[in-house]
């Protein structure tokens, strides 16, 4: 009897044509959800006949619940190697593995200059005005070069912003709690004294942290008021960082002149939610990723998974701290 195999939240119902499920042909039955479960009743619904689940990113949590009420499942995998919304110590306590994939930096870093360059520039007023017969130019563009560039954060995802910052020639500037001045100058960036400085001396500031409890609501009211009220803030890594509704608060008040998303507190986005309607808000429904070259290691990757867990012999094991 073939395995049941969940494949969730495939959004663009890509899964089983990107990567070769053929090799799990006669052991593995997969079936993909393109919408999204909001509640733990929706998922445990769906997938309660699964041996196996494979999740993307950190779009659902799997907790100490969700483990409890799924006694099928023996394999979880998650696109990336980092996922804090699954319960690691819970998953072993019920008996499931869990394994990760590759995941590649370059997608996002691309999406934060689109992101920087789209909210900048103008592009979504000034493109939808020339399709609606709207006003030709109604915006003055912000430019980068010569402008100073803040990075919260300065991993593998940061440093390479930064480089492309310092190819538009920007001043670069760095600031993370373990952040040392050897480290910035390896990538040819300053290491800001404090995070106040960096956010009262920047342009343009832009979040490359990991989400956890130092970073979590690193950016709140108090840092938005230091910021200048001609500078603008992006956030492709995690929400939670950036207090949410202190930054529609800032928006709206003027505090800064603009801000760029990716990453939400509830995804997807409610429909009432504030963020929808904030005029010098550019939002992307959590794209930073979300491209070919990624899907394709995602899911390949999650399939060799699933194959090296049936030989018993699992790949890339997320194992509790």
């Known amino acids: 009897m073939k395995l049941r195999c969940a494949v969730l939240d495939d959004y663009q119902g890509v899964a089983l044509s990107i990567a070769d499920w053929s090799g799990l042909a006669d052991a593995v039955e997969p079936v993909t959800f393109r919408q999204h479960f909001a509640t733990v009743d929706e998922l445990v619904g769906a997938v309660r006949d699964c041996a196996v689940v494979v999740a993307m990113r950190e779009r659902t949590p799997f907790t100490e619940e969700?483990?409890?009420?799924?006694?099928?499942?023996?394999?979880?995998?998650?696109?990336?190697?980092?996922?804090?919304?699954?319960?690691?110590?819970?998953?072993?306590?019920?008996?499931?593995?869990?394994?990760?994939?590759?995941?590649?930096?370059?997608?996002?870093?691309?999406?934060?200059?689109?992101?920087?360059?789209?909210?900048?520039?103008?592009?979504?007023?000034?493109s939808t005005a020339l399709r609606d017969g709207g006003p030709w130019q109604s915006t003055v563009g912000g430019d980068l070069y010569g402008r100073r560039l803040g990075l919260l954060g300065l991993g593998r995802i940061g440093a390479k912003v930064a480089r492309v910052g310092q190819a538009f020639g920007m001043e670069v500037s760095a600031w993370s709690r373990n952040l040392t001045a050897e480290r910035a100058a390896e990538a040819g960036v300053r290491l800001a004294a404090s995070k106040?400085?960096?956010?009262?001396?920047?342009?343009?500031?832009?979040?490359?942290?990991?989400?956890?409890?130092?970073?979590?609501g690193l950016v709140g009211a108090d840092e938005l008021k230091r910021m200048r009220p001609t500078a603008y803030l992006v956030n492709t890594s995690r929400a939670a960082?950036?207090?949410?509704?202190?930054?529609?608060?800032?928006?709206?008040?003027?505090?800064?002149?603009?801000?760029?998303?990716?990453?939400?507190?509830?995804?997807?986005?409610?429909?009432?939610?504030?963020?929808?309607?904030?005029?010098?808000?550019?939002?992307?429904?959590?794209?930073?990723?979300?491209?070919?070259?990624?899907?394709?290691?995602?899911?390949?990757e999650a399939v060799d998974d699933i194959a090296a867990f049936l030989a018993g012999q699992p790949l890339r094991r997320l194992d509790p701290a």
Do not use: K
């Open 196 to 216: 106040e400085e960096l956010l009262e001396r920047s342009d343009l500031v832009s979040v490359h942290l990991v989400l956890g409890d130092r970073s979590r």
């Open 241 to 300: 960082i950036v207090d949410q509704a202190a930054l529609a608060e800032a928006l709206r008040g003027g505090w800064i002149a603009g801000a760029a998303v990716d990453v939400f507190d509830s995804e997807p986005l409610p429909a009432d939610h504030p963020y929808r309607s904030l005029p010098n808000l550019l939002a992307t429904p959590h794209l930073g990723y979300v491209t070919e070259r990624n899907y394709r290691v995602f899911y390949q």
């Open 66 to 126: 969700v483990f409890a009420r799924l006694p099928e499942l023996r394999l979880l995998v998650t696109s990336g190697m980092r996922n804090a919304a699954i319960d690691l110590a819970a998953a072993a306590r019920h008996g499931v593995t869990v394994c990760g994939t590759a995941s590649a930096s370059e997608p996002t870093v691309e999406l934060t200059w689109a992101l920087i360059l789209g909210l900048l520039r103008g592009l979504v007023p000034e």
